[in-house]
């Protein structure tokens, strides 16, 4: 009960220093050329303090991390619930669960030193420190939350259902696409929302491979920065406005993961109805 | 539990009186006040010192205008400054003593056959005139620029010598020194900047204007990629003996070390 309290106050304590701190920049800059301003430069003679671009970067990278790992996730999910051999499924399960254990600043160090010199190599660039590298590394960085709660809610799936399926003359694989994947949906798209929470709080590793310049999205292969490393790449010599504005950011940053938490409340809450 | 809480307060008493002991021993404090940049000497300097004299060291990171500011003000004992004193600044009563020189190194990838570029060029590279390696000599490769974050000092020393303030266009903008190197040593068109002390084998340091970055060229100012680390004082008012203590202790021979193992190169 009292360790419950300390959770509920720690979560209160953050929210209203986020919110008692990130306040007034966005009342000093204007909340409409804060939020749409397309040009960032705290350091400025005249700074400007646009975060339309870490925005857009956050909201392109997490929807490029679930294009690229919903699909793989979601595929290796089904396998290792329906198909693989047992002594196979528990291996990839550690497996997936070893991925989950890593660092993310291991994850940022592969990248910087693989990732980004492939891209330049590959597609033939100046530099590979980009957007896409960061989708790639977010990419990765999701799937084991996906993989496992996807098979979570697989496993769920009444065997009657399938049974009923199989029975009728379905082929297995027709039975897990059409019946068992439907039957576990909710449960799929709660892993999605989390892998979306995911990738869009992820600071350590994008800040490695993303190159950090706070341009607008608006190609792949450009460096960008996204709403987390915008906070944490300039707070420690930050002060003044500029300080604020980090919070700021923050705060519009903890706003987005509070819609996504609720979208996974209202879905896991649809799946035990 | 009585007797527990009259323990506690017992060890809490004890406890405080030997904190006690500690204050007494200490005679006056120093307070220093100024440039980000010198962060890490400053630091390294003011914890020997507290170390060996137990006087009190507090260190205000706020800028070097704002430390020359507090000097003026006589809001601190020592104003920390990065960059010399101006004139209008020597006229209004302020005496800048050279700590030490900071120098910053302008790297390369070691396979890069461009081994020396000019102060102007380096400006050029950095605004994005010059985006060819081709045009100074070198491969037909894009260059590349790699730079800190905005605050760091490292950025700050770079743009004020070069004068490129707020005009560079950065394709990497990396945390720390040692990211820099990394991301350099990774990349055949790359170019970037980082403290003279902390470069390694990885990376080509190219030479300015003929001149390689060594601890006789910086000090001689004849390597120009470099600011000093300036002492600021009043000129007219004594210091108290502590802060005295303080200054002969940064200044004397026997800090040289220190402010070696921090980076930077000692002036005296």
Same mark, same amino acid.
Request: proline fraction near 14%.
């Given at each position: 009960m009292l360790l419950g309290l300390i959770t509920v106050c720690c979560v209160l304590l953050i929210t209203v220093y986020l919110v008692i701190s990130g306040i007034p920049a966005i009342r000093e800059i204007g909340l409409v050329n804060f939020l749409?301003?397309?040009?960032? /430069? +705290?350091? /400025? +003679? =005249?700074p400007k303090y646009g975060i339309l671009p870490f925005i857009l970067t956050s909201v392109y990278g997490t929807a490029g991390a679930i294009l690229i790992g919903v699909p793989v996730g979601f595929m290796t999910a089904v396998y290792l619930s329906k198909l693989a051999y047992p002594k196979v499924k528990s291996v990839m399960q550690f497996a997936v669960s070893l991925l989950a254990g890593i660092p993310s600043v291991v994850y940022g160090l592969v990248g910087m030193l693989v990732l980004v010199p492939g891209i330049r190599k590959i597609f033939? !660039?100046?530099?590979?420190?980009s957007l896409l590298a960061a989708i790639i590394v977010l990419a990765i960085m999701i799937l084991p939350s996906i993989i496992k709660m996807s098979i979570t809610a697989l496993d769920a799936v009444p065997k009657e259902y399938e049974d009923a399926s199989l029975a009728l003359g379905a082929t297995p694989i027709e039975t897990y696409f059409k019946v068992s994947v439907p039957a576990a949906k909710s449960g799929i798209a709660a892993a999605v929302v989390l892998g979306v929470g995911r990738a869009i709080g992820e600071a350590m590793a994008v800040m490695m491979v993303a190159?950090? !310049? *706070?341009?607008? *999205? =608006? +190609?792949?292969?450009q460096s960008v920065r996204f709403l987390t490393t915008a906070v944490s790449s300039e707070m420690a010599y930050s002060s003044g406005l500029q300080r604020q504005a980090l919070f700021s950011i923050a705060l519009v940053l903890f706003l987005f993961i509070m819609l996504i938490n609720a979208t996974l409340n209202f879905f896991l809450k649809r799946e035990k109805e | 539990m009585k007797k527990m809480i009259t323990i506690m307060i017992v060890a809490v008493l004890a406890l405080s009186m030997l904190a006690g002991c500690g204050i007494n021993k200490a005679v006056g404090s120093v307070a220093t006040d100024g440039s980000t940049s010198m962060e890490k000497v400053i630091g390294a300097l003011g914890e020997a010192f507290q170390n060996d004299t137990g006087i009190s060291f507090t260190y205000n990171p706020t800028g070097s205008g704002s430390g020359i500011k507090a000097v003026q003000d006589g809001r601190c004992d020592i104003g920390l400054s990065s960059r010399d004193l101006k004139d209008e600044e020597k006229a209004a009563g302020l005496t800048g003593t050279v700590l030490a020189y900071d120098g910053i190194a302008i790297i390369v990838h070691?396979?890069?056959?461009?081994s020396d570029l000019s102060v102007e060029n380096i400006a050029k590279i950095y605004t994005g005139?010059?985006?060819?390696w081709s045009e100074l000599g070198g491969n037909d490769v894009e260059i590349v620029l790699i730079g800190r974050e905005a605050g760091s000092g490292t950025r700050d020393g770079f743009e004020s010598i070069t004068d490129t303030e707020d005009a560079c266009r950065y394709r990497q903008e990396l945390t720390s020194t040692g990211d820099v190197i990394t991301t350099v040593s990774q990349n055949p068109g790359a170019i970037g900047y980082a403290s003279v002390a902390s470069v390694k084998d990885t990376v080509k340091a190219v030479t300015v204007d003929g001149i390689a970055p060594a601890e006789a060229t910086i000090k001689d100012g004849s390597y120009v990629v470099q600011r000093p680390f300036v002492l600021v004082t009043k000129s007219d008012a004594e210091l108290s003996e502590a802060a005295q203590k303080f200054f002969d202790y940064i200044t004397s021979a026997d800090a040289n070390e220190i402010i070696a193992a921090a980076g930077v190169v000692s002036a005296n």
């Open positions: 749409f301003g397309k040009e960032w /430069a +705290s350091t /400025a +003679s =005249d033939n !660039v100046p530099d590979g420190a190159g950090n !310049v *706070p341009n607008m *999205p =608006d +190609s792949l292969f | 070691p396979e890069n056959p461009v005139e010059i985006t060819n």
